[in-house]
C-alpha cells in the first residue's frame, strides 16, 4: 500500500538524546506497507539538508526509530516504533550531465521492521 504523506519525523537515541529528523514530503520518494510489520522508505535528499541526514541515518543499521507521519488525503496520523533492519545510504553530487554541480545529495533505502 503506497501512502502520501506531508512529512516523516525520524526520532532516535545518539549518545544518550533523544533527537529528531524531519524528511519533507518533496524529498520522500517512496513509502509503503509491504505488509503490517514492514515500511519501506526512499528518500533522496538534495541541498544543504543533506548532510544532515546523512549524519543522522549513517551507522544506524538495526537501532531503534520512532516514526511519524501524516497522511495528505485523511489527515490521519500514525506513530510506532521500528528497527532499522537493512539500509543503502549514498552520498554524492546528483547523476547530471552538468559538470561544475554544486549541490550534493543523499540517496536512503530504508527497511523497517515493527517492534
Same mark, same amino acid.
Given at each position: 500500500?503506497? =501512502?502520501?504523506?506531508? @512529512?516523516?519525523?525520524?526520532?532516535?537515541?545518539?549518545?544518550?538524546?533523544?533527537?529528531?529528523?524531519?524528511?519533507?514530503?518533496?524529498?520522500?520518494?517512496?513509502?509503503? #506497507?509491504?505488509?503490517?510489520?514492514?515500511?519501506?522508505?526512499?528518500?533522496?535528499?538534495?541541498?544543504?539538508?543533506?548532510?544532515? &541526514?546523512?549524519?543522522?541515518?549513517?551507522?544506524?543499521?538495526?537501532? @531503534?526509530?520512532?516514526?511519524? *507521519?501524516?497522511?495528505?488525503? *485523511?489527515?490521519?496520523?500514525?506513530?510506532?516504533?521500528?528497527?532499522?533492519? @537493512?539500509? #543503502?545510504?549514498?552520498?554524492?553530487?546528483?547523476?547530471? &550531465?552538468?559538470?561544475?554541480?554544486?549541490?550534493?545529495?543523499?540517496? =536512503?533505502?530504508?527497511?523497517?521492521?515493527?517492534?
Amino acid at each position: 500500500m503506497v =501512502a502520501e504523506i506531508s @512529512s516523516i519525523i525520524f526520532k532516535r537515541e545518539i549518545e544518550g538524546v533523544i533527537k529528531d529528523l524531519i524528511i519533507p514530503e518533496e524529498f520522500v520518494k517512496d513509502y509503503h #506497507y509491504s505488509n503490517d510489520n514492514h515500511l519501506m522508505i526512499i528518500l533522496r535528499v538534495i541541498g544543504t539538508d543533506s548532510e544532515k &541526514v546523512y549524519d543522522f541515518l549513517n551507522g544506524s543499521e538495526k537501532e @531503534s526509530f520512532h516514526i511519524e *507521519t501524516v497522511e495528505k488525503s *485523511t489527515g490521519e496520523k500514525k506513530s510506532d516504533d521500528y528497527i532499522l533492519t @537493512s539500509m #543503502y545510504l549514498d552520498e554524492g553530487p546528483p547523476l547530471s &550531465v552538468d559538470i561544475n554541480q554544486e549541490l550534493f545529495m543523499v540517496r =536512503a533505502i530504508l527497511d523497517f521492521k515493527k517492534k
